[in-house]
């Protein structure tokens, strides 16, 4: 069979072919990443808000109060959490920001386990990472066709595979704080661990059908 489609395959194929702007098409690699990275800062911009609005201006003020409270001290990080990390890693080959795949760090030898906890726990007594970690290998993808609007591309990133192995065993303590505090409610929105599907379903199925008894009133379903 592959000797009939081979022809139609190619061994890397771009994402799309360039940018369709108000007049004209950009096709220039160059002027695509420019386009691309002008309309995605947009996303990590400072926000702003109305200063003529309370709401908003209250919500500023709790901000800024929650960013200069001290930090809390993380307690030590432990060489079974970050081998526990390491086990939930997915060996993919696709390469980060800083030219590590999840592959390479598969075939780390436990030993090294050992030197990565030292490491993390540097980290967390400092309250920072490497700065690389902080930026992402970002691929677009098209939406609609070879040609699309800078509106209409897929952003994937790729951040580094150590700082995400490093936020894994953050976020698993978040959640075991919550878990322990009793945070988490028995409904769900999305695919929570150990949180009741049922009972969200049933939810989603109730708000279906007052979307259908009042004809005025939009319906809209989020399936994960």
């Not at 695509?32 to 200063?51: N, R």
């Not at 079974?80 to 800083?98: A, P, R």
């Not at 929105?189 to 969200?200: A, I």
Request: proline share 5%.
């Amino acid at each position: 069979m592959w000797k009939f489609v081979k022809l139609s395959f190619h061994s890397f194929t771009p994402p799309f072919r360039g940018l369709i702007m108000s007049t004209h098409k950009i096709t220039n690699s160059q002027d695509i990443a420019d386009t691309a990275a002008d309309f995605f800062e947009i996303h990590v911009q400072v926000p702003k808000y109305d200063v003529n609005n309370p709401v908003h201006v209250d919500a500023i003020i709790s901000y800024n109060q929650i960013e200069y409270t001290p930090n809390v001290p993380l307690e030590q990080i432990t060489i079974n959490e970050v081998l526990n990390g390491w086990k939930k890693c997915k060996g993919k080959k696709s390469t980060d920001s800083v030219g590590t795949s999840a592959y390479m760090l598969k075939q780390l030898p436990n030993e090294y386990m050992g030197i990565l906890t030292i490491l993390f726990n540097k980290c967390a007594l400092k309250w920072s990472f490497f700065e690389a970690s902080k930026h992402a290998k970002v691929i677009c993808l098209s939406k609609y066709g070879l040609f699309p609007t800078v509106n209409n591309l897929r952003p994937i990133s790729l951040l580094p595979n150590v700082g995400k192995w490093y936020e894994r065993i953050i976020h698993t303590r978040i959640l075991n704080w919550c878990e322990q505090n009793n945070i988490y409610v028995d409904e769900q929105s999305g695919l929570t661990s150990h949180r009741r599907l049922q009972t969200r379903i049933i939810s989603l199925v109730e708000d279906i059908k007052l979307t259908i008894t009042a004809c005025n009133r939009p319906r809209t379903c989020y399936i994960c």
